[in-house]
């Protein structure tokens, strides 16, 4: 088993989550919303982000608006919707309770092995 395969698995199952979270105070456009993850250290390339910004658009979470731009074409700009903010509160609550339980089990574990 590749240790590269489990990692991009997990980053793939928090993604939605990042992206909304990166959308729950402001409107962002792709670009923007990239180099937010990438800071963070979610390697995510454009071919991975549109198809989630679609599927999430299409779900009612998310809604986008075209802006002129002062350095190139207009920019599409996403940002949550009310169902989207719901959705965002229940994903917290829920990775809240996913990373106690985590640190509970791993930490657990490691008292068990001492």
Request: proline share 3%.
């Amino acid at each position: 088993m590749k240790i590269e395969n489990t990692k991009a698995q997990m980053r793939k199952g928090v993604l939605e989550y990042c992206i909304l979270s990166v959308l729950k105070d402001t409107d962002a456009y792709v670009a923007e919303i990239l180099d937010t993850l990438k800071d963070a250290k979610l390697l995510v390339v454009e071919g991975t982000i549109y198809p989630l910004l679609t599927r999430l658009k299409n779900a009612g979470l998310l809604s986008y608006r075209w802006e002129e731009s002062t350095s190139g074409p207009p920019r599409k700009y996403y940002g949550l919707t009310d169902t989207g903010q719901l959705f965002l509160t229940e994903l917290t609550h829920t990775w809240d309770e996913l990373q106690t339980a985590v640190q509970v089990v791993t930490t657990q574990k490691n008292k068990n092995h001492e």
